[in-house]
């Protein structure tokens, strides 16, 4: 160990946290800042003021001289526009650090030029950013100095959402008020507050630098377009969880250190199943700050891994033929008094209570699974999604054997009685078991688990912001609580009514449930049986956000409007297109300039080969067979890359954004495979020393 580390004294030290505002704030004023955080409302002009001025002596105690409102606008990633603490220096030509309250609750950062689908015609271009301050502030520091970073939300002057906050913290009101329609039908009086509480797993790739550099699809698109598979893969799985290298140690040691600075409670690390991927799992915390935490998690990622000379890749497919990298995203329930209602509990009443709640999301997923693959879908899970290693495209739930007993005796006979290991209960339920993880919960084909007392979406891409998939998830379990309150609101027998209702969800969605293999082709056709969708695309998925479905969900409880929907498939469609375009001009560029001179260089070394021999009376039947197979490939290379060339010119005119992304999908991306197998043959024939970028072999073993 070359340095000790004291993680209670770090903890959190670069945010300007509840304690640190205990400490820094006058009583009254920490008071009302409480109030507002736990309840919601706006800060007084005076509270403001004070807080921000507590909050720029400490950060720049800490050597802050920016401020940023950061937020999350739709491109999925954070932005921020710096300012300076300073103001006009005073008659004595002394410089004093300022910073108001209106510049911390509200900022108008010149951000025209982010997507907005739409949202906002140039005239209006005015985008304002409010603090979330349910998220504290952080201090991020970088080359270019310590700035305070404000989490905030990103709007428009009519108020419409430009960001991926504002729709997430309008879901968490959303569920939280369904939710508590369903304690107090059960008793409990005292919650005020559901919360959603998310645990993002993150799973990543590390490259060594020099040979990232190399590499111009790996700098442009962030996932190799060319590479013949490295004689060894991930088939010996000899990497996962296998011994953590020198190299990669050494960047999660000052990757840890940085993120529980920022307040991040990074808690395992892990290689993951193909070589040079590795995990990185935070603990569990409240829905939005865990969105946030997950965006500093893959900043700080990518920063770490530069200062140790490596480059971190969070693209979701970043090597054909291997693993590639997801984002499971946990998600539960829980009272502001420590309920978790994903928790089946010891007594009868809790466990009717938890069967409720997990026949609302048995509805809320099979209702919605277009929308919640759609709330998954980004151009580079397309490549994840139904591949092998990944969760399919088709949504179904994993309950466990146990579970999944339990749901079937209650849609045959309306009672559960022979439980696995259970007791008995009075109102034809008996006591469940325990369902703490068993084994069974290993079945990691599942794209939506229950692993004893939360959810695990796996189908989120590594490269995504969480903001969307726990929208989604938030609002279609808000819909079937509201659904179930309504009408046990209003049920004369409530014991009876809700026996009925558990069975009725229960019964109506079971074709839902599925434990079996994910990855197979059975579960495909099956799938195709039960009516399940098999959305397999981004481009595909995109216009579930604006069915009527969909927009009578959102607009009901003020999530998104049909505009904001609208906006947001526009900016699927524009992201779609401009990715896959980026990544066919890189590949012509590559093919172009290094991959075909290259082997026209060898064609004419083994051409002088089989001249020479030749000459010299030998038997040419090799090198002329070489030379025939590699001109054969070479050729292929030519015209494919003309026709990338032509086809991806051709898309670039489209004017229409979906017409452009459904064109990108069915015309170019099988160019750009045209132009890639050739290509990928070569590699395994010519020379290595011939080969003009570092081979798959190189990058994934080289860390
Ligand atoms: P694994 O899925 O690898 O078995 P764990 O189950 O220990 O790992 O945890 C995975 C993630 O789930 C962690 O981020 C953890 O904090 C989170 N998690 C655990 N309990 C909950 C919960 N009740 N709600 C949401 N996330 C949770
Ligand atoms: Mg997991």
Redesign the pocket.
């Known amino acids: 160990m070359n340095k000790m580390m004291n993680v209670e004294e770090i903890f959190g030290q670069n945010v300007f946290d509840l304690p640190k505002m205990q400490e820094r704030l006058p009583e009254d004023i920490f008071a009302e800042v409480s109030t507002v955080m736990q309840q919601g409302g706006v800060l007084s002009m005076t509270a403001a003021n004070v807080v921000a001025k507590a909050m720029k002596d400490w950060a720049v105690e800490n050597g802050a001289t920016h401020f940023t409102h950061w937020f999350q606008p739709l491109t999925g990633i954070t932005a921020e526009k710096h300012d300076a603490f300073i103001t006009h220096p005073n008659e004595d030509g002394k410089m004093i650090m300022e910073f108001s309250g209106k510049e911390l609750i509200k900022g108008e950062p010149d951000a025209s030029s982010f997507p907005s689908g739409g949202l906002r015609a140039t005239f209006e271009a005015r985008g304002y950013t409010a603090w979330d301050m349910t998220s504290p502030a952080f201090l991020k520091g970088s080359a270019n100095g310590v700035v305070l970073c404000i989490p905030t939300a990103f709007y428009s002057y009519t108020g419409e959402a430009l960001d991926k906050k504002t729709p997430l913290l309008r879901s968490m009101e959303a569920i939280s008020k369904q939710a508590l329609r369903i304690m107090r039908l059960f008793g409990n009086d005292d919650a005020m507050k559901v919360i959603p ?5 993150q799973e990543y790739f590390l490259v060594d630098e020099g040979l990232y550099k190399q590499r111009a699809d790996l700098m442009f698109a962030g996932r190799t377009l060319f590479g013949a598979p490295a004689p060894k893969g991930q088939e010996m799985e000899d990497h996962y969880f296998g011994v953590i290298r020198e190299r990669v140690a050494a960047f999660m040691a000052d990757l840890n250190e940085e993120l529980w600075k920022l307040g991040v409670t990074a ?2 690390q892990h290689n993951e199943a193909a070589p040079a991927q590795h995990e990185l ?4 915390e409240t829905c939005n700050i865990a969105t946030d935490h997950n965006q500093i998690v893959m900043e700080t990622m990518k920063r770490v891994a530069t200062q140790h000379s490596m480059r971190c890749l969070l693209h979701e497919k970043p090597y054909a033929g291997v693993n590639g990298s997801g984002k ?1 995203n ?3 329930i ?1 009272t502001d008094t420590g309920i ?1 209602m ?1 928790d089946p509990g010891d007594t009868p009443n809790e466990n009717i209570q938890f069967l409720l709640v997990l026949a609302c999301i048995m509805r809320a997923v099979d209702k919605h699974a277009d929308l919640l693959r759609q709330s998954a879908a980004d151009v580079g899970n397309d490549h994840r999604l139904g591949a092998d290693e990944a969760p399919p495209a088709i949504i179904s739930i994993f309950l466990g054997e146990q579970l999944e007993d339990v749901v079937k005796q209650l849609v045959e006979t309306g009672a559960a009685e022979s439980l696995k290991e259970g007791g008995t209960l009075e109102t034809g339920v008996s006591t469940l078991p325990d369902f703490e ?1 068993d084994a069974t ?1 290993r079945n990691r084909t599942s794209p939506f688990a229950f ?4 959810f ?1 979406f796996r189908m989120v891409g590594s490269s995504d912001s969480i903001a969307g998939p726990n929208t989604t998830l938030n609002a279609i379990v808000a819909q079937a609580f509201c659904e179930a309150a309504d009408r046990l609101e209003a049920a004369p027998n409530f014991d009876l009514a809700v026996h009925d209702l558990i069975k009725e969800y229960m019964s109506e969605h079971q074709r839902i449930i599925f434990n079996g293999n994910g990855y197979s082709d059975e579960w495909v056709r099956e799938a195709e049986k039960r009516g399940l969708p098999n959305i397999r695309t981004t481009v595909e998925a995109a216009s579930t956000l604006t069915s009527d479905k969909s927009v009578e969900l959102f607009e009901q409880f003020g999530i998104y409007t049909k505009a904001e929907l609208e906006s947001r498939e526009e900016i699927i469609y524009e992201t779609y297109s401009k990715t896959i375009n980026i990544e066919a001009l890189t590949m012509i560029d590559m093919a172009g300039k290094q991959i075909i001179p290259a082997v026209v260089k060898y064609t004419k070394t083994l051409a002088d080969m089989v001249n020479s021999l030749h000459d010299a009376g030998v038997d040419i039947t090799v090198q002329k067979g070489m030379l025939e197979s590699v001109s054969k490939r070479l050729a292929a290379m030519q015209t494919a890359c003309a026709n990338l060339k032509d086809v991806d010119r051709k898309a670039r005119n489209i004017k229409n954004a979906k017409e452009q992304a459904f064109f990108y999908m069915n015309e170019v991306i099988p160019a750009m495979e045209a132009l890639r197998a050739p290509a990928d043959e070569l590699e395994m024939i010519v020379d290595k020393e011939v080969w003009p970028i570092p081979t798959y072999g190189e990058l994934m073993f080289e860390v």
Do not use: F, Q, R
């Open positions: 509480s998310v645990g993002a797993e808690k395992t799992a935070p603990i569990y499971h946990n998600w539960s829980t978790n994903l993880k919960d692993t004893g007392n939360k695990e």
